[in-house]
């Protein structure tokens, strides 16, 4: 059984920095993708990064481009999503994800394992 756990979540001002962890146990987690997706206050679940198994390909939704970085490190079973200029951002419920490299990477469908969330809330 694949279990994520996301941490670094909280109340942050708006303009400043954040990194959220999800670490994830299981000895498979170089062979899935690895994702992170958002939902705000009656929002639909959004799309914000993904990274490949060894890291060489990264996504990002064109809102969070040059913003976001998503980092993993394989032996330690965890992945990472720096904010940065968090003036733009609205609060959101963010979630981790794994899934194959086979499905299309910014699909929530794509991924079959999800972490329970942490709360990001940014003030003014």
């Known amino acids: 059984q694949v279990q994520l756990v996301e941490s670094g979540g909280g109340l942050v001002q708006a303009g400043g920095s954040l990194r959220l962890s999800c670490a994830v146990s299981g000895r498979t987690f170089s062979r899935y993708r690895m994702a992170w997706f958002r939902q705000a206050p009656g929002k639909e679940l959004e799309f914000v990064a993904a990274?490949?198994?060894?890291?060489?390909?990264?996504y990002y939704a064109n809102s969070v481009k040059g913003r976001f970085a998503i980092s993993r490190d394989n032996a330690k079973n965890t992945v990472y999503l720096q904010r940065n200029s968090l003036k733009l951002e609205v609060t959101a419920v963010y979630y981790c994800?794994?899934?194959?490299?086979?499905?299309?990477?910014?699909?929530?469908?794509?991924?079959?394992?999800w972490g329970r969330g942490t709360q990001v809330t940014v003030s003014s």
């Open positions: 994800a794994a899934g194959y490299s086979s499905g299309t990477y910014f699909l929530s469908k794509s991924y079959y394992y």
């Open positions: 990274i490949s198994c060894r890291s060489d390909s990264t």
